[in-house]
């Protein structure tokens, strides 16, 4: 894909995405776009409060119940894993087992482990372990594969 950089004095920034027909490259770049703005909701000790993606390590289904985990703290969602899963997949989020999604720019450094699994360090020096349902899915992800 082509593209180029236009630098304006004024006004609002733009962008203009040219294509002979949408392709999946053109729709998953638009979805990135679109959650550049996206804000969540979360609540702790019943105060709600905003979120954004970036600051998100991972995200969890315990008993029925979805928690947000930042570097320190965690927050209850108002959304299941499978709707966040796919309101955060265009801004780098990745199913690593049944029950959780982590932030793949927050990921430190990767240990292989036995039976095809993968040992995240996030950069809380928090492990998450990457089932090996999705491991090859993740190996893919990171050669840049969507």
């Keep these: 894909m082509k593209y180029t950089i236009e630098h304006i004095s004024q006004g609002e920034n733009e962008v203009i995405l040219r294509c002979h027909s949408p392709s999946a490259e053109m729709e998953q770049l638009i979805r990135f776009l679109e959650s550049q703005d996206r804000k969540l909701i979360g609540n702790k000790d019943g105060i709600r409060r905003i979120l954004e993606p970036p600051q998100i390590l991972y995200v969890e289904s315990v008993e029925g119940k ?3 985990y930042t570097e320190s703290e965690v927050f209850q969602m108002e959304y299941s894993l499978a709707q966040l899963e796919q309101l955060l997949g265009a801004v780098n989020f990745f199913r690593c087992s049944k029950s959780m999604i982590l932030n793949i720019d927050k990921v430190r450094e990767l ?3 036995a039976s095809n699994r993968i ?3 996030m950069c809380s020096g928090e492990r998450i372990m990457i089932s090996r349902t999705y491991a090859s ?3 893919k992800r990171l050669k840049g594969a969507r």
């Design 66 to 68: 979805t928690f947000a």
């Design 111 to 113: 240990r292989s482990l």
């Design 119 to 121: 040992e995240a360090t």
């Design 137 to 139: 899915d993740f190996r």
